[in-house]
């Protein structure tokens, strides 16, 4: 077996030692931390788990006994080591995220880089890296007052690994997020551990998160009650969305749900406008990286929930990779954006028309987009079927027949390939219309 990474040996924690209101926070503690590992060190709120994470980190000088991290004992290194530590060593993420408020995503992330007197390319190549890779690049030059509580979560991870700390540290990260987030968050620290070999050692009150630890620490009153090893981590949960049961949805979804076989009663609210980007994106995209698709996705999500304009995002899908952006051409761009504008232009008109006016305004759409020649009785043959899809009276395979249908068995008399791209053109439309 390796040596530990980290050794505490016979720790204890005094606070005003001596004194009437001197509390004993650790008392003997004795814990050994291996490379590679993902350990949790759990217990009630006061147990004393986030003093001995701290002290394990260096930020708490033990009363007695040491603490020894990569072979080195914290009470005899320099300040100046311990400022090395500090910096490359290990990562720190907390409950409360202590994200500048002044600085912007992206000059928070590259904040610790800063302190090593990296120049700013260097430092701002590496910061987009990594929000690039948790999905928030797209975020770069907010602040952190105007993201969510788990965006900000995502950005301090990102910080504390800006410098490539072997060891992250995270007392309670998931405390203040909501369930989704929480977990989006737990995820990204079992992929640290799994993908990056790093060493995670996870302070957490909550049971729900101990299926993730190849190690548990359970701690009550200052000790070290019990250790346990998960010999198999338990696979994550797939996401519960409680009191929502098919047969209660409406029609609509119903219809939405066959087509889009991926669409999940876990995606309905909320979660609708991220499976709403990734399926606009599918549907017009299919030439490009796997990087470029996934930038500009999370670029269409901002979009889609009103948080940038299509210039902007016209923009940032023209800027390059390294600067945050998808790393499109121009004529790429502007042609993705006007089919996007296009889709969710009509989606949004087809609210507030009635049917007819809304059969007519897809039918006029579809025979601009796919070039159709068609008279007027052709028109409102095609816009009946539409209507009859409006109304859910059809979904979208029996949309497809009808237009593929020949005119003399009262169908449209496409060709079946064109009938088959309009029908999976409306079906977008139908799912860009849903809220």
Same mark, same amino acid.
Do not use: C
């Given at each position: 077996m390796n040596d530990p990474i980290i050794q505490v040996e016979h720790l204890k924690v005094i606070y005003n030692k001596g004194k009437q209101n001197e509390v004993r926070s650790l008392f003997d503690v004795s814990v050994k931390i291996y490379p590679k590992e993902y350990v949790i060190i759990y217990g009630p709120s006061g147990c004393g788990k986030s003093t001995l994470l701290y002290s394990m980190s260096g930020l708490q000088a033990p009363t007695e006994g040491q603490v020894t991290v990569e072979g080195r004992n914290l009470s005899q290194i320099s300040k100046k080591d311990m400022v090395e530590l500090h910096q490359v060593g290990i990562g720190m993420v907390f409950q409360a995220f202590y994200l500048i408020a002044s600085l912007s995503v992206l000059e928070n992330v590259c904040l610790p880089k800063v302190f090593r007197g990296e120049s700013k390319k260097e430092r701002q190549e590496e910061g987009v =890296? +990594? +929000?690039?890779?948790? !999905?928030?690049?797209?975020?770069?030059? =907010?602040?952190?007052?105007?993201? !969510? @509580? @788990?965006?900000?979560?995502?950005?301090? *991870?990102?910080?504390? +690994?800006?410098?490539?700390?072997? /060891? *992250?540290?995270?007392?309670?990260?998931v405390g203040n997020l909501d369930s989704e987030s929480a977990e989006n968050v737990m995820r990204i620290l079992k992929e640290l551990n799994e993908v990056d070999k790093k060493t995670i050692i996870l302070v957490t009150h909550n049971p729900d998160h101990l299926h993730y630890a190849d190690r548990i620490i359970y701690m009550k009153d200052g000790r070290v009650v019990k250790e346990e090893v998960n010999t198999e981590k338990r696979p994550v949960d797939a996401l519960k969305v409680p009191d929502v049961k098919y047969e209660e949805l409406s029609n609509e979804l119903k219809l939405l749900m066959r087509t889009f076989k991926n669409l999940s009663l876990a995606q309905i609210g909320s979660l609708m406008v991220p499976f709403k980007a990734n399926q606009l994106m599918s549907h017009i995209l299919s030439e490009l990286s796997r990087e470029q698709v996934q930038v500009?996705? !999370?670029?269409?999500?901002?979009?889609?929930?009103?948080? /940038?304009?299509?210039?902007?995002?016209? =923009?940032? +899908?023209?800027?390059?990779?390294?600067? @945050? @952006?998808?790393?499109?051409? =121009?004529?790429?761009?502007a042609s993705f954006m006007e089919r996007v504008t296009a889709i969710t232009d009509l989606s949004r008109a087809l609210t507030e028309k009635n049917e007819t006016e809304s059969s007519e305004a897809m039918a006029k759409y579809l025979i601009h987009l796919f070039k159709l020649k068609m008279d007027q009785d052709e028109m409102r043959v095609l816009a009946s079927f539409l209507r009859l899809r409006l109304r859910n009276k059809i979904d979208r395979e029996e949309l497809e027949k009808k237009l593929d249908a020949p005119k003399k068995a009262e169908g449209a008399g496409l060709h079946s390939v064109t009938a088959e791209k309009i029908s999976r053109e409306v079906e977008i439309i139908m799912l860009m219309k849903y809220s």
């Open positions: =890296k +990594l +929000l690039h890779r948790f !999905s928030i690049v797209e975020q770069a030059k =907010k602040f952190p007052s105007e993201l !969510s @509580g @788990g965006q900000r979560q995502r950005v301090s *991870i990102a910080r504390s +690994l800006v410098n490539n700390p072997q /060891i *992250i540290f995270a007392d309670e990260p500009a996705e !999370s670029y269409l999500k901002e979009f889609l929930f009103n948080n /940038i304009d299509a210039e902007t995002m016209f =923009k940032d +899908l023209d800027m390059k990779y390294e600067d @945050g @952006g998808a790393d499109w051409n =121009k004529r790429r761009a």
